[in-house]
């Protein structure tokens, strides 16, 4: 159930990592808004699962395999989308992950950590492919999907672009350097595209959520209970409202940022969906 509705009737949306928690929610609310959605992701199967239940609820949705680390399969799936729907009107990154030789163990290095051990991984131990990984299909990805599906949005001179952040692009989190580093660009993405393409009537924004709970990071902030990790112990006690998100409490800002009409003076921004955790000090 959307928080309130917009009209995006003939309008195609194309969502990259669709088949995931967060933004399987995005396609679903703006499916219900009208849109023909494209439902994206690495694995068929998971855009299939988000399509399907678009369809079931009435609304239009595709599932297309797409790899943002592969643009050959990304203009693969762009002219299937524009066969099938139409030029993309709406494109929302959000594609993205995290790779474990690319992120330490440890939150802060000691001197006993310059001996190496097993399962110990400190800023010396990361692997250049591990790193390269989160770049490739966090900020390089997010980049030339932008490059591919944003094209006619030129031409057309008409469109609007959501790249999804994080909380660790303002402030970096302990033990994901690379995943900091790459949602840090795309930040800085979103403000030098916003006004590289304002001439062209193609307004560009990202989403910054808070801490939610998805396929990637439930076995980091849960235990097999069900209960808080200490890790997720300490994203709570660290944000004022003292709960995670609900994927559904991303919609209303997304439906604010695509719509034409609430938001046609916003781009070039970056807002946090958060419960506080970025404003807060911890003090």
């Not at 695509?258 to 958060?274: C, H, K, N, Y």
Request: proline share 5%; hydrophobic share 45%; charged share 15%.
């Amino acid at each position: 159930m959307i928080p309130f509705k917009i009209d995006l009737s003939g309008k195609t949306a194309v969502v990259t990592g669709g088949g995931g928690i967060l933004c399987g929610a995005m396609a679903e609310a703006l499916a219900e808004c009208g849109a023909n959605v494209a439902v994206l992701s690495r694995k068929l199967e998971n855009a299939v699962a988000v399509a399907d239940r678009i369809t079931a609820a009435g609304g239009s949705a595709r599932p297309y395999a797409c790899d943002v680390t592969d643009r050959d399969s990304m203009v693969t799936a762009n002219a299937a989308i524009e066969a099938g729907y139409g030029p993309c009107d709406i494109l929302i990154n959000g594609a993205g992950g995290n790779a474990p030789s690319g992120t330490a163990t440890v939150e802060v290095m000691q001197p006993e950590h310059l001996q190496p051990a097993d399962g110990v991984r400190t800023f010396y131990e990361l692997e250049p492919e591990g790193i390269d990984f989160v770049f490739d299909v966090n900020f390089k990805g997010t980049v030339a999907a932008t490059q591919v599906f944003t094209r006619g949005m030129a031409e057309r001179q008409s469109g609007c672009v959501i790249n999804i952040s994080s909380m660790s692009a303002f402030t970096p989190l302990t033990k994901v350097g690379a995943y900091s580093a790459a949602k840090g660009a795309v930040n800085n993405f979103t403000e030098w595209l916003a006004v590289h393409l304002a001439g062209m009537n193609i307004r560009v924004n990202a989403i910054a959520p808070g801490f939610f709970l998805t396929r990637q990071n439930e076995a980091l902030l849960t235990n097999p209970d069900g209960t808080y990790s200490p890790r997720g112990n300490t994203i709570v006690g660290q944000t004022p409202m003292k709960r995670m998100g609900r994927a559904d409490e991303l919609i209303g800002c997304l439906l604010w940022l695509v719509s034409d009409e609430a938001a046609s003076f916003v781009t070039g921004t970056v807002i946090p969906v958060d419960g506080g955790f970025n404003a807060f000090s911890g003090v």
